[in-house]
């Protein structure tokens, strides 16, 4: 039913589909209310862009396919100050062209989603095979210092939902959030259970509740979070990529940068445990622990499961969020077991911050792998040579 | 001098105060830029036109000229550099009742953002895009940009420029703008007139005014203060209206064509067309 160009689809979709992660992702941001997308086609994300064009004119959104990823991400985060909330999608090459305007949406608390369908770097890489390349890039990519949210699903009904929980913490934190899928679930097809549109969470920006003479666009609550007033409400605001006050005005001195990057960051940081979302597995009386996310983390279960037939005592810890990082879990984990396992289509990027948080405390090996998902059967292997 | 003039003097009053941010002035233009009386003609055209307030949105990229839209109390957007056109866009199609007004300048959206302003112009995207051409990058310090003329002394070209420069109004009338105009700092009734039939027209409408920049373009071009360069204007403005924009381009020493050079009524704008899009993907049968 959602095949590629069904123009009959009903404006609001529900119940049981066959499907791919891409067009779940797609169907996700719509059940959440995204009224626009900008993009520029990249494999292997495009169907979530062509997704988009079919489905957004039907709910009265609109979709503009741009000349770049330069002007996809600054379009989406001009359409929010407009009102609608916005989305693009791509992959490395793109993300790598989109991260100064993502550091644009840090610094004037715009929300918006970013997808990033990871497929093989550096550079042009392998477009139509799999990464887990971009971690750091989505941590680090823009200049200055600020704290992303990123979610990273590994089923495609997972890929909704987090299409709409990344909306949800964008509305609520104000920022853009990235969604870090990776090739294989976005073209791999399996069940997806779209509920009813009455039971999806949708939330939204604070709006001001003082007139415009009183309204300080950037003054945050108790949350750290400032209420945004858009385009159009009347408030006259101002918005700007410079170093700013309460006001919105650029100030450019050390005052200001102090309050405005700390709070930018602690707004994240000290909320952290609302954000961070994980999967445990087997983890309470594991010996062995295994570290995954994405894809990837489908064969590490199918690894711990086949483990635990053996009688090794295994577990799976799997990072639904990504950034902020879970830090506390993971010195915990390192307390209680003897290794844990970090198997990931790169070569090491979350190993190290694993290597970071557990300060020595147990054993980290990474199984790094490049442009392949792990066979469960390797993982084993890695986990029988840790018994 | 009139008693109500010297009164709103003495007042330390502002005609257009109100239109203004307050707390923002004064402004970091130097003494000789032309950026100042333009930020006026840009608020009286509003007035003029009879905008609605609530309705306009004013978006810039970096350099000089995009510092405009922060002294402006209206919506106001300061983007990254060279981007403002495509956030422009984002925030028009949100409501067609939005006028946004892109201000900036010849290095940001000619060169960096150069590709941006094209297909702006091709989608017709309902956007009025005013860039001050003064002929250089004025906020880094005087280097040569996509607009400077062969010979045109900079920091990067020290030795004279020697690349072709860009011919705006030629390159705006191509992709498809369907207004398109260029004035001098000098013509500051016209630069109004002009912003006024811009504001009030649908689609991609295109404004160039040649700004003086005494501090960085003419300390090294033998114009050095802001009234020779408004001179050097005076001396070789040629009014041409409806002239082949192909005509216009603007070189050492010779004339500067100024002018209403295109403007086309009724071309749907990308707007039009987004919920065209809409209607016909909600049509029953989809194929009609």
Redesign the interface.
Known sequence: MMSDGN??LPEILTGEHFTTGNHATAEGALAVGC??F?GYPITPSSEIAEHMA?RL??V?G???Q???E???I???????????K?MTATSGPGYSLMV??IG?GMMTETPCVIINVQRGGPSTGLPTLVGQQDIMQTKWGAHGDFEPIVLCPSSVQECFELAVQAFNYAEQYRLPVTVLMDEILGHMSEKLIIPDRSKIKRVNTKKPNVPPEEYLPYKPDKDLVPPMAI????????????THDE?G??VLNVETQEKLVRRINDKIRKNKDKIIILEEYMLDDAEIAILSFGSVARAAKGAVNRAREKGIKAGLLRLVTIWPFPDERIEALANQVKTILVPEINYGQITREVERTTHGKTNVKGLFKMGAIHNPQEILSEIEKCT | MVEEDRELIESHEHPLDGYLREGRIPHIFCPGCSLGSITNVIIEAIIEAGLDPKKISVVSGIGCTGRISGYLNYDSFHTTHGRSIPFAIGLSITDPERKVIVISGDGDLFAIGASHFIHAARRNADITVICVNNFNYGMTGGQVGPTSYMGQVQTTAPYGFNEESFNLPHLATTCGAVYVARWTALDVRRIKDSFVEAFKKKGFSFVEVLGSCPTTFGRRNQLAEGKKILQHFADHTVLKHDVDPKETKIEKNGPLIVGKFVDIEDKPTLTDNLLAIQRISQASDKKS
């Open positions: 123009l009959d009224k626009f900008g079919l004119p039907r009265n609109h979709f503009v741009f000349e770049d330069l002007a996809s600054i379009g989406i985060l001009g359409a929010r100050w407009g009102g609608y916005s100064e305007n644009l385009a159009g409400d009347g408030y006259n605001i101002m918005v700007t990529g410079l006001r005005y650029p």
